[in-house]
Structures are given as structure tokens and as C-alpha cells.
């Protein structure tokens, strides 16, 4: 994998320790046992030349680091600074990640989450600590993430799942593009002033105003994505949108009956329109029949039936992970996350983690690892790991 930039760097270290929260970080490497994808040395040579040779696109990531104790998480994101695991990240292989920040748990403000000064307080805050450093650059254009594999960085895209905090004024998102977000949600599961999560009711799509929103992305060059909408405000936007959306984070209803996965009408619809799909990994959502049991093997399963379905030019990865217990980071913000309303009514194994792809720094490894151990060729690795992205990106961020 190709060297990154990294000298070190840890967030806020500009300031005096007293003017940071006083608690006890995860360690971003190795904090768990998952496991390693077993590869011969030749093709662990592959892999490390697959990572030379094309772009590593993280479609959805939070590249922050938790707190050890989650007992007081709500109490230390009120204070808005959010640590990025840059040494994770180093280790990581991604030449640019979508980082979907704090958005609706950025709760400085508000116990509700999704509040305009909250969301803006967060990104300003995020980028104040990457503009310390070096390896890390906000991305504004997709000449921005080439230039950073080029020079051993890494492309950092402001990203928010959903749009609650605009309410019902169009100009806030030209204000979010001049602050740099360059992808942005129709919702979050509970319903906005743009269309319905995946809470609401299944009639419940894209609105009039929602309609004025998606134009206006459009319009400015935000990538626009429904990972978090209802079926109906998927295919409403999916229908709206002058070029192609994503769904940055999701995976394949027909493989595990959940509302957080999407149908095949769905995938089919974004695919026929030139969108493209990211796998996720969050525990205990891309499961199956044949793997129920939380893991890569399970993450992938939904990777390989995308494919059949649609084509490997709409498939990607966007494995939604962060540095830290992730599945105790859902039951501290079970309700913010609206938990209950994502998961299917199936019984499934629960995981302390998803094992194989845990983090952001074994995520990408093991997905290349794996997709050569299982017969891709190089042409297709590309496709998946960067290529079908940047083809949205030329389209869509163009101006």
C-alpha cells in the first residue's frame, strides 16, 4: 500500500490540554482481534499493487475515534471536537474518504440532534483540527482527490446523511457547499421538509420543496445520496435528479429483510440512471441468510449479489466504520440513530464486532484481499475500489 503523509499528527494537539475533554481514547490500531483475510505472498504482492495503481474511495466512513468510556458519550460531543483517527487512517490504503462526520449526533445544542448551528459548529470545528496537519485535505474537486494519492494524502469530502438542518430554506445548502460539503442526504429515518427516512410511511416520498433541494444540489455540484430515505423518496429522487446519485451506505433487502437495505426496484433504478451503490459494514446490517453472523464474509456477500444484479460499474464500498466499540456506540445512541426503525424483525446473531472489517484501517486491506482471493480481475477491483465513484464525481462535481 502506498505510504501516506503521516508525521504523527494527533487531533488538537495545537491546544493546551485543558481546552480538551478529559477522556480516554480507543487506540485506532488492533484495539480488537478481527481477523486478517488470509492471502499467499504472492498475492498479498497483488493487493499492494492494486493499491498503487488505483484510486481507494471510502463512498462512507467516520474516520473518528471514540471515547474508551461510552458511558459519558453525550457529555463528550458536547463539546464539538471530534478526533480524527489520523494514524488509522494512514494504515487505512484510502486515497479519499467521505467522511460523514457527526451530522444528526453532533448534539452541542440539542438533545434531538440535526440543528443548524450544531452541524456547522462540528464541520468548522473538524477542519480547523485537518488544516493543522498535512496528510489529510479537504477535497473540493475530484482534481483534489487525484492530487492526493499523487502526493500520499488523503482526500477528505465533507459528507451529511441527512438535510434536516436546512428546514425549509433552499440557500442553506449553497451555504453548506461554500463550507465545503460536496454529498449530501435527502433524510436521516425520521421524515424532513425534503422527503421521508426510513421511519415513515411507505407513501410518504420526495416533497414539493424536496423536489427545489434536489435541483439546487444539482445545480451547485453535491452529490446527492438516499441511503437513509424510504423507498419511495429513493425513487423519487433516483427519478429527480438531472445526473446520478449514490446510495453511499447500504446493501441488498433481498439477502436480509431490513428497511435499512435497499430493494432490488431501488438498485436497479439507480443503476439505469449511471448511480452507484456502496456497500456497508456497520454491525449488524449487511447480513444474510447464508450469513447471519455479522462479518466480511457477510459485507461481501452483499458486494457480489449488487454486482449480478446491477453490473460492477454501480457497485462500491462506503463501510460506515469508526475507531472504537461501534456496536456500543449504537446502544449509547440508540434512539439519535433511530435504531429500532432500521433493523428487520428477524432474530440474528449479535457481535461485540464486525469481524474483518472493524475499523478504517482493515477496512479497504481485507476488501482488496478478499476480492482477489475470490477471482476479480484487476480491471473490476478498480472499478469498485475507485473508479465507478470518480466517474459520478466528473459528472456531478463538474463546474
Known sequence: ?????????????????????????????????????????????????????????????????????????????????????????????????????????????????????????????????????????????????????????????????????????????????????????????????????????????????GRRAVKRMNQLGIAIDVSHANDRTSMDTIEASEHPIFITHAGARTLWNSPRLKPDEVIRALAAKGGVIGIEAAPHTTISQANPTHSIESFMEHFAYCVDLVGIDHVAFGPDVLFGDHVGLHGALREALSLGASKGKEPYPTVEYVDGIENPAEAFPNIVRWLVTHGYSDEDIGKALGGNIMRVLDEVWAR
Open 1 to 209: 500500500m502506498q505510504n501516506k503523509q503521516y508525521d504523527g499528527y494527533r487531533s488538537f494537539q495545537y491546544l493546551d490540554p485543558a481546552d480538551l475533554p478529559r477522556t480516554e481514547l480507543v487506540q485506532q490500531i488492533g484495539r480488537v482481534p478481527s481477523r486478517r483475510v488470509e492471502t499467499t505472498d504472492e498475492q498479498e504482492e497483488r493487493v499492494r499493487r492494486l493499491f498503487d495503481e488505483h484510486l481507494v474511495i471510502s463512498l462512507h466512513d467516520h474516520c473518528f475515534v471514540s471515547p474508551k468510556d461510552l458511558s459519558g458519550f453525550l457529555e463528550f460531543r458536547r463539546w464539538g471536537r471530534e478526533f480524527t483517527g489520523y494514524e488509522g487512517m494512514a494504515a487505512s490504503g484510502m486515497d479519499c474518504v467521505f467522511d460523514g462526520m457527526m451530522d444528526g449526533t453532533a448534539m452541542i445544542t440539542s438533545r434531538a440532534g440535526w440543528k443548524w448551528d450544531d452541524v456547522i459548529f462540528d464541520i468548522g470545528m473538524r477542519l480547523s483540527d485537518i488544516a493543522h496537519q498535512k496528510m489529510v485535505r479537504l477535497a473540493l474537486t475530484t482534481d483534489d482527490i487525484r492530487r492526493a494519492k499523487a502526493e500520499g494524502g488523503i482526500a477528505f469530502v465533507v459528507s451529511l446523511e441527512g438535510s434536516a438542518m436546512i428546514e425549509n430554506e433552499v440557500d442553506r445548502i449553497d451555504v453548506l457547499y461554500g463550507l465545503g460539503v460536496r454529498s449530501l442526504g435527502i433524510c436521516y429515518s425520521e421524515g424532513n421538509a425534503l422527503g421521508a427516512g426510513l421511519k415513515e410511511p411507505a407513501d410518504f416520498g420526495l416533497t414539493a420543496f
